[in-house]
């Protein structure tokens, strides 16, 4: 069984884990576009979203407090493990139904969280280590939706920066990146 956030995640996922496997340790402490954040720090937060999303989708409560170091031995396999997870929790079409206990928003909006952070921070992942992330066309627009529902509470929250202005089209994965507070140019 799929629903359209799993069919989403699973055309975004090998890319997002082709670039976390693309990454050496000695890249581990270079900046990222995200200015309170190292490769590692980045791999790290990364980790515990597809972790975390996973009991979303089984409305579990999270502790999003924990920090736990993930980048033990053999940590690129486990995060295609845990991103193979995600991919499978979010194709029940009972993950989707309801308000999440945890964040009390739609379940569809948590699914949606789940994709552009798998996405976004993919993008600052390949960015911040040299290497290219191409994200597919269907779910750069699933981006653009979930900016149009949630951008402005999401900036509010904390969870994306000030808008970016681009050149782009708005409907480009430029257009994404800058409005969730990112610069399309950023280099490190």
């Known amino acids: 069984m799929t629903t359209k956030t799993s069919e989403l ?6 890319r997002t884990v082709a670039v976390v496997q693309g990454i050496s340790d000695d890249q581990l402490g270079l900046p990222t576009p995200c200015p309170d954040y190292t490769v590692r720090d980045l791999l790290n937060h990364l980790f515990e979203v597809v972790v975390n999303f996973q009991d979303l989708a089984h409305r579990r409560e999270v502790d999003w407090a924990a920090k736990t170091d993930h980048l033990t031995e053999g940590w690129r396999d ?21 308000v999440s206990a945890g ?23 390949a960015r911040a280590t040299g290497q290219r992330l191409e994200v597919d066309p269907a779910v750069v627009a699933a981006g653009h939706g979930f900016m149009d529902r949630m951008g402005d509470t999401g900036q509010k ?32």
């Open 78 to 98: 486990r995060f295609a493990t845990e991103t193979d997870r995600l991919t499978r929790a979010w194709s029940d079409p009972a993950a989707l139904e309801g």
């Open 103 to 125: 964040m009390g928003l739609p379940q569809e909006t948590v699914g949606d969280m789940a994709l552009i952070d798998l996405t976004v921070h993919g993008w600052d992942l």
């Open 157 to 188: 929250m904390g969870a994306f920066g000030e808008p970016v202005p681009t050149s782009g089209e708005p409907t480009t994965l430029d257009a994404l990146l800058g409005r969730t507070g990112r610069d399309p140019a950023w280099t490190p």
């Open 9 to 14: 995640m699973a055309l975004a996922a090998p």
